[in-house]
């Protein structure tokens, strides 16, 4: 009872940061001997699991580097075709990394709290991460709209916002007078407290994130997946598919990001301090993962291994000389860009609000809980997965029913009608099946119509070695003009076999219902074969 009438005396005048917080802070001001009693020792052992976490989160982060750099190289391999723009945004990360590290000594030395907690130090370092995000978004997005695009990066503003962040850090908290708890930017936006607090159930504790600094948060992640969806298109764009696997490899840290914001929902809770250490080693995963995507690539234009010696020391040929012939670019259409801001600016703004505000009327965030939060690291990030999934398969199924095509058409050279018929429709259900996989059910529907259609002829194709009707030889060569739309490239497709000279549709319709279907002189003997549509007829002497 007398604990029992302490504690409910010191809480009232706490901030409401959770039962947990209030019962722990509570406790602190105690007598210290109080806090050797048996009933304390999961809060020493739970702030000792704290002190690890942020020991191993320190780990990581070292050993993240050297990857990063490896990454850095291979991305700059000059046959890879890098835009320079976002070459450099991920170069500029290197600075936020180094501006984490001052900020973090001057949360320590002077406000002896964490970088976390220190919400204007804290914004303006995330301001120069989302503008490394920034320039990898413009890079690629350029480099789809315009491969050919030689514009000279704009340094100059990302250089002035890191002399603004470190002019920042270092006048702060003597000559501007910045106190541990004032919010970035002043909190613009932020709703008045009382009108907060009386129509929410919580308050809210002195740690919260403030809007801009939510916002630099939010804008960092949204653009984050903005430039892993325009890596994967960059892929098309190069015509080197190994791009995507960039994309995949970004897929870590962007799960990274997910955690810190994890962490800030539940207002940096000290029983969740391993998310610290789990965020630094998915960023060790993501530089890794980052490095190896990115020497797939460079290994697929010519790099070589022996380029790591310096060119004065090799003996031999060059391996530079020995590089692949350069990729055809080819420009694919892109979002216009200021519909891109506009989406990431209100999109983010919103999410500010909702977060910061939405969560007051939650009891989770005052109650943090380990399951839901790694539920919401690991959950985000593969719903993002999710997206290039289907992508993924309809390529690979695309790629089989081409080989499928290719190998069926060898097959198909004088073959009966009927068989012919039947490769048809197999390879008009591989596109339907590919189709369906990527979700175009109206493409799918078309080609049951069209394989429905097909099937109804097969009873009425006429014996080997007749002439079937006029009416009917047109209606073959339409179905056979779309096969060839559906499989080309392939053997079948007109006038690209080789060794049987050119035809177009409009030749090989007069060559078929001229006569009854016999072949004319300008046709060579072999595209009755070839060509698939007049297989039953009798071959010219």
Known sequence: PPMRSLLLTARPRLPQYGRAHSAVMALEMLSPSLLETPSLVGTSSLLAFADQGGNLAGKFFQASLLPYLGFLYFLSYPQN????????????????????????????SVYSSSLADVDWLHGAAETLLTTSNIYVVLGFRAANADPND??????????????????????????????????????IGALPVDAVADALPHMEPINALSIPTWWVHFSSVFEFIVAMSLVWQYAETSGNERWKGLT??????????????????????????????????????????????????????????????????????????????????????????PLLVAK??????????????????????????????LALVLGIPALVARGYLPAAEVEQAETASACRCREMSARLEGASPRRWWRGRREIDGGRRRSAE????????????????????????????????????????????????????????????????????????????????????????????IRLGVVLWLPRPQ
């Open 150 to 187: 030689e514009s000279p990066v704009l340094r100059a503003p990302a250089y002035l916002l890191g002399a603004l962040v470190v002019a920042l850090t270092a006048l702060g908290p003597n000559v501007l007078g910045l106190n541990v708890h004032d919010p970035f930017l002043g909190g």
């Open 248 to 337: 995949w490899g970004m897929l870590p840290l962007h799960a990274s990001g997910i955690a810190a914001c994890t962490y800030h929902f539940f207002y940096n809770s000290q029983d969740l301090a391993f998310l610290v250490a789990l965020q630094a080693g998915l960023t060790l995963l993501g530089n890794s993962t980052l490095c190896l995507a990115t020497l797939r690539i460079a290994l697929s234009n010519g790099w070589k291994p022996s380029l790591l010696i310096p060119e004065a020391l090799r003996s031999g040929d060059n391996p530079a000389e020995e590089a692949p012939a350069p990729r055809t670019m080819t420009a694919t259409q892109v979002t216009p860009l």
């Open 344 to 373: 990431v600016v209100l999109g983010s703004l919103a999410a500010s609000f909702a977060m910061k505000y939405g969560e007051l009327a939650l009891d989770l965030p005052f109650e943090p809980n380990a399951v839901v939060a």
């Open 437 to 528: 996989i990527g979700g175009d059910r109206r493409r799918s529907a078309e080609m049951e119509r069209q394989i429905q259609g097909d099937a109804a002829l097969l009873p009425r194709l006429p014996p080997p070695g007749t002439r079937p009707s006029k009416m009917f030889a047109e209606r073959l060569v339409d179905s056979a003009q779309r096969l060839v739309d559906s499989v080309a490239p392939s053997p079948i497709a007109l006038g690209a076999a080789p060794r049987t000279g050119s035809m177009d549709m409009l030749q090989l319709k007069r060559a078929c219902v001229h006569d009854g279907l016999a072949l004319q002189s300008p046709c060579p003997p072999a595209c009755n």
């Open 81 to 108: 075709n890098t835009p320079k723009t976002a070459n450099f945004g991920f170069q500029f990360l290197l600075f936020f990394v180094l501006s984490t590290v001052f900020t973090g000594i001057v949360t320590k």
